[in-house]
């Protein structure tokens, strides 16, 4: 049972260039997130995803897009890259809304580096 | 606007010291609170919490909600240097997208 798997791990872009983390789960969970972890922050919400099809914008959506085609994939695109968006990002799921009871399932991380 | 504020934001001990860890939360129609453990990687899951008063306990690990004083405490006994990681505080809300996470404390446990 792999659990939440996100790709890259590591990532170093330019100003202005584009880029797609990938996220898949294999629990099928309805529930899907994506966090930023800034260093010495918690996490902010940036897209959640309630099932297939259906998105919706968390804290700090801003300069990301999200797609749910399916119930396992979950990515997150980064259009124009900025020195802001310098972060480390999880991806998560939940088999009941906002993780009652089991809490999340996390992915490894992606750290992502704008230069 | 939800908040959840951890403390210490820092703490460095020693190996068989005990550590206690606070987090205080401001939200509406408050339903649960959630402890996790950050190592190198993802956060994973320690426990969580909807009842007052109700220590919920796992090997040298306990933690406890005051719904009365709005906030938590995650004890560590007899730490070790594998209990060195960022902890994290998260609360869910009734009607609420996802859960709201604190800025973490850092614990240290030094040989």
Redesign the interface.
């Known amino acids: 049972n792999a659990g939440?798997t996100q790709t890259p791990k590591f990532r170093i872009l330019k100003i202005g260039q584009s880029m797609t983390l990938q996220c898949a789960q294999d629990m099928n969970h309805n529930y899907m997130?994506w966090?930023r972890q800034d260093p010495?922050?918690?996490?902010?919400?940036i897209y959640?995803s309630v099932g297939a099809g259906i998105t919706?914008k968390?804290e700090v959506p801003n300069g990301y897009n999200v797609s749910r085609s399916t119930t396992e994939d979950f990515p997150l695109r980064l259009e124009l890259a900025a020195p802001s968006q310098t972060s480390v990002y999880?991806c998560a799921s939940s088999l009941l809304r906002?993780?009652?009871?089991?809490?999340?399932t996390?992915?490894?991380?992606t750290r992502l580096t704008v230069v | 606007e939800d908040k959840v504020v951890q403390s210490p934001l820092s703490l460095v001990v020693h190996e068989g010291d005990t550590v206690t860890l606070n987090c205080s939360y401001e939200v509406t129609n408050f339903r649960s609170l959630l402890w996790y453990k950050q190592e190198k990687k993802a956060p994973t899951f320690l426990f969580m919490l909807t009842s007052s008063g109700i220590e919920k306990k796992s090997g040298r690990l306990s933690s406890i909600l005051d719904k009365k004083e709005l906030s938590s405490i995650l004890n560590i006994t007899a730490t070790q240097t594998g209990d060195s990681a960022i902890y994290l505080c998260a609360v869910e809300a009734e009607g609420r997208r996802a859960l709201t996470f604190g800025s973490g404390t850092r614990l240290q446990v030094q040989p």
């Open positions: 939440v997130y966090y010495g922050m918690g996490l902010k919400l959640y919706d968390g999880f906002t993780g009652a009871s089991y809490g999340y996390f992915g490894s991380g």
